[in-house]
DNA sequence: GCATGATCATGC
DNA sequence: GCATGATCATGC
């Protein structure tokens, strides 16, 4: 009896480690014996709490506490995908609910987020949807605390998401509002989705979670790779801060200017990615993407004003399938998840003497009401696919987005529903809805 | 000048 | 081979 009491030290965080790495490269019901008539579930939030009743046979505090509230742990299981030869993770880590009324009178230090979740157990599976999650096996198996190289910018996405709630704005808030930390949904979408209440407006908000965000696990479970380069400062720094550095001394300098400085030119005079480029070695120095825009799934993108200050070209984001779109769900599309990121904006101007200019680099996340109006003309879209894919939103007919053709050439078609071969195609951002968010910023 | 259609280089 | 970010081309 009392099998597994005295197996492991629940006052010490690297005993209850010690422990847990006997799951590694097991699953939970080959680690332990398990009861009849549990082992069914593909339900991954049923995991978490399998693992704490059958593996370490606790029972966790049932309040704001850490799981192991003695030795401050906090157990979280999540799941991980093989991507090419390594793991990715599979979605995004959430770590606890948002009060929204409580949220409002704490500060960082003392907050709830950072009691329950300053040192984390994570065990990462391997997913499977066909097994159930007892018998998905222990890939990872980790002790996390937040590095001081992280702190700066967790701490500062925290209080930009505190900031929202005090300006009455939880309703509005968003993923892309964050870099590190992000707000995302928790509990049941669609129709019968869970509201709360919040403190400083009488809109409702959908329930939130603080969460890593998918692309900031990445970067633990690649053990904070050591080839990459990363922006430097960034104890002190924010993210937004440090790219203001890196940017500052090319400011008002032209194309030229800059190619030659960074020593890197055009190859090819058709390049169209060569203001991309150019902008990624601004920041990094090289042709590696930065780790902390990795961290935080930041969004590059360029944008070139003609002299008068328009931008000549609409936003492209990935291409959708005709046979894919009528049976998918707005918030698990590209076009939403792109569109819910930050985006670090780069932009060019050409001046009167038509020399094109680098006029600055700036973060920047789409408004609520955009993309409700995105959303819109996503589900336009969809319907229209689903009677007749030839005739889909133009760029008249919303004042944020549309749908254009984005294929190889003319013969790089795809099947409709109706049967027939169309050009491939994907949504845009109006350019005259890109004038718009530069003239805000 | 704009809406719409077409296509390019690149990287994986 | 193909998705992606981006730009070019045409017609009104």
């Known amino acids: 009896m009392n099998r597994n009491k005295y197996k492991y030290d629940k006052n010490s965080p690297q005993s209850i480690l010690e422990y847990a790495l006997k799951l590694s490269g097991k699953s939970l019901s080959e680690a332990t014996q398990l009861p009849e008539g549990i082992t069914n579930s593909r339900n991954r939030g049923d995991l978490g709490s399998l693992v704490e009743k059958y593996f370490f046979e606790?029972?966790?505090?049932?309040?704001?506490?850490?799981d192991f509230k003695e030795a401050g742990v906090e157990l979280k299981t999540t799941g991980v995908i093989l991507k090419s030869s390594s793991y990715q993770a599979k979605e995004r880590l959430v770590l606890t609910?948002?009060?929204?009324?409580?949220?409002?009178?704490?500060?960082?230090?003392?907050?709830?987020?950072?009691?329950?979740?300053?040192?984390?157990?994570?065990l990462f599976y391997l997913y499977s949807k066909d097994v159930s999650v007892v018998d998905r096996k222990f890939v990872k198996i980790l002790l996390y605390s937040i590095p001081d190289s992280d702190i700066t910018q967790i701490k500062r996405d925290w209080e930009a998401i505190k900031q929202s709630v005090?300006?009455?704005k939880a309703h509005e808030l968003s993923e892309g509002d964050t870099f590190y930390l992000g707000a995302c949904r928790k509990g049941s979408g669609g129709e019968k989705e869970s509201l709360r209440s919040q403190p400083y407006s009488t809109e409702p908000a959908k329930s939130r979670a603080f969460s890593f965000k998918q692309s900031y696990l990445n970067k633990i479970l690649e053990g904070l790779n050591e080839n990459k380069r990363d922006?430097?400062?960034?104890?002190?720094?924010?993210?937004?801060?440090?790219?203001?550095?890196?940017?500052?001394?090319?400011?008002?300098?032209s194309v030229e200017e800059i190619s030659k400085e960074l020593n890197y030119f055009k190859k090819s005079l058709t390049n169209k990615g060569f203001l991309k480029d150019i902008s990624n070695r601004i920041l990094s120095g090289g042709d590696e993407v930065l780790i902390e825009l990795e961290k935080a799934g930041i969004e590059l993108k360029t944008i070139r004003l003609n002299k008068s200050g328009k931008p000549r070209e609409s936003m492209s984001f990935p291409g959708f399938k005709y046979l894919e779109i009528i049976n998918e769900e707005w918030e698990d599309s590209s076009f939403f998840e792109k569109i819910e990121r930050k985006f670090l904006l780069i932009i060019f101007q050409t001046d009167e003497k038509g020399s094109e200019k680098l006029l600055k680099a700036v973060y920047w996340n789409m408004p609520y009401e955009d993309r409700l109006e995105a959303k819109r003309v996503w589900e336009e879209?969809?319907?229209?696919?689903?009677?007749?894919?030839?005739?889909?939103?133009?760029?008249t007919e919303s004042k944020v987005a549309h749908v254009r053709p984005k294929a190889r050439n003319g013969s790089d078609k795809i099947l409709t529903p109706q049967g027939d071969m169309q050009i491939k195609k994907c949504f845009w951002l109006n350019s005259s809805y890109i004038a718009k968010v530069i003239s805000s910023l």
């Open 58 to 66: 606790h029972v966790p505090p049932n309040d704001h506490e850490p």
């Open 97 to 122: 609910m948002i009060n929204y009324e409580s949220l409002v009178n704490e500060n960082w230090e003392e907050s709830t987020l950072k009691k329950k979740c300053q040192l984390m157990l994570i």
């Open 166 to 168: 005090l300006d009455g």
């Open 231 to 253: 922006i430097g400062l960034s104890k002190t720094l924010t993210i937004a801060e440090a790219t203001q550095l890196r940017f500052d001394p090319f400011i008002g300098k």
């Open 381 to 395: 879209t969809k319907r229209r696919v689903a009677v007749d894919s030839t005739r889909l939103p133009g760029i």
